[in-house]
């Protein structure tokens, strides 16, 4: 049993190269450099058996029987189907949030806002006859003023008033 | 005899050789017509075809499941990974653009899950940390082949010893490495996948293969 303090330690400069040699990455050019190197480095030629030894090791397999894939394909079915089902409310409401469309729904809110304090406000005023209250109140108006108009007409023969009352004007 | 080669896992290859894990799961031998196949299933998928996504799950989920087996070494939690990979891809469909392959796209969402999941794990560790040896024993890696006690021991005391080794790699070094030696990507899929440059790829595989060799020591 080697253990760590027995690792043969291979050419610093060389190390990474070893590994990528192991797993067959090394271009050709540096390949057939080391190559030439390991048949003179009792180190590195060790580290490339360490390797070759130990890292199998690493790797644990499993191979599940044919039942576990069918359980695993319906699971996996009912996940996506969940998924699926879900999916489809919020894609719906949330349809309604898409960019494009809250600007056109603002834009379109905003033109009915102005077209009916514009346009509109006429077009919204009732035509039909004003009732019994209506016209009363139309007329009070009127009739205050007729009291007006009524101090307005002695004011206006006011010196009519004044030579009738005067000596000369009784006879 | 050496405790690796009473272990009964040891595979001998001479320097050079590529190492490529028994199911020969690597990428490198997927034609361009199947990854064109793929391309058309997601376009369909994409459109609504939820038997195109079907297709896209039974050809990717046994891949995706030993992927997820390698970063877990758990079967229920690699079952539920995997799924929950495929579910993230089937709901973030729509937001894949085709800029890299299907593959690269929906392994990396595997990858970042079972990252996510070691975190959870750290933070909040279970009792899958805490396989008896019979556990260990149950998932050997050829449960065919019968083994003495003594082997049977050794297997168990090795893959105690291989986990936390693994465990104890930083992320990026053990996703480099589980990539590379598990599932016998090459550097160049390995980058994409994992968004860095080749030359961090290959840094990160010479750290993590240094650090395993020195904790795994004893066994040589």
């Known amino acids: ?171 | 005899m050496s405790l690796l080669e009473s272990a009964e896992t040891t595979r001998q290859f001479p320097p050079g050789s590529v190492f490529i894990s028994g199911a020969t799961r690597s990428l490198q031998h997927m034609s361009s017509s199947v990854r064109a196949r793929d391309e058309e299933l997601v376009a369909a998928a994409q459109r609504g075809n939820h038997q195109a996504f079907e297709e896209l799950v039974e050809r990717h989920k046994q891949k995706a499941f030993h992927i997820a087996f390698d970063f877990c070494r758990d079967r229920e939690d690699a079952k539920d990974l995997s799924q929950e990979a495929f579910l993230k891809a089937f709901v973030n469909l729509k937001n894949f653009d085709g800029r890299s392959s299907f593959y690269t796209w929906f392994y990396r969402i595997l990858v970042n899950l079972c990252l996510d999941y070691k975190r959870r794990l750290k933070r909040s560790p279970t009792d899958s940390f805490d396989e008896t040896l019979e556990t260990q024993m149950e998932r050997s890696h050829e449960p065919n082949r019968p083994r003495s006690p003594d082997q049977q021991v050794l297997a168990g005391q090795i893959s105690q010893k291989v986990d936390s080794a693994l465990q104890a790699l930083p992320a990026k070094q053990r996703t480099a490495f589980i990539l590379k030696n598990h599932q016998g990507l090459s550097i160049r899929e390995i980058a994409e996948l994992m968004q860095t440059a080749e030359g961090t790829v290959k840094v990160h595989l010479h750290r993590a293969v240094t650090a395993l060799r020195h904790s795994l020591a004893e066994f040589v």
């Open chain 1, 1 to 171: 049993m080697a253990g760590h303090d027995q690792l043969l330690s291979p050419c610093t400069d060389l190390e990474e190269n070893l590994v990528l040699f192991h797993y067959g990455e090394l271009p050709a050019p540096e390949r057939f450099s080391l190559e030439q190197h390991l048949s003179g480095c009792v180190n590195c030629t060790g580290y490339l058996k360490d390797l070759s030894a130990l890292l199998p090791l690493t790797i644990k397999s499993d191979e599940p029987p044919e039942t576990f894939w069918m359980d695993y394909n319906r699971e996996l079915r009912h996940k996506i189907a969940s998924a699926r089902d879900k999916k489809w409310w919020p894609v719906k409401f949330g349809a309604f949030f898409q960019p494009r469309l809250v600007t056109a729904f603002g834009a379109i809110a905003v033109i009915a806002v102005a077209l009916t304090l514009t346009v509109g406000k006429g077009l919204w005023q009732s035509h039909e006859l004003p009732g019994d209250d209506e016209a009363l109140m139309e007329v009070l108006p009127v009739a205050e003023n007729l009291e007006f108009f009524k101090t307005m007409d002695v004011l206006d023969n006011l010196d009519v008033l004044e030579f009738m009352a005067s000596p000369g004007g009784a006879a």
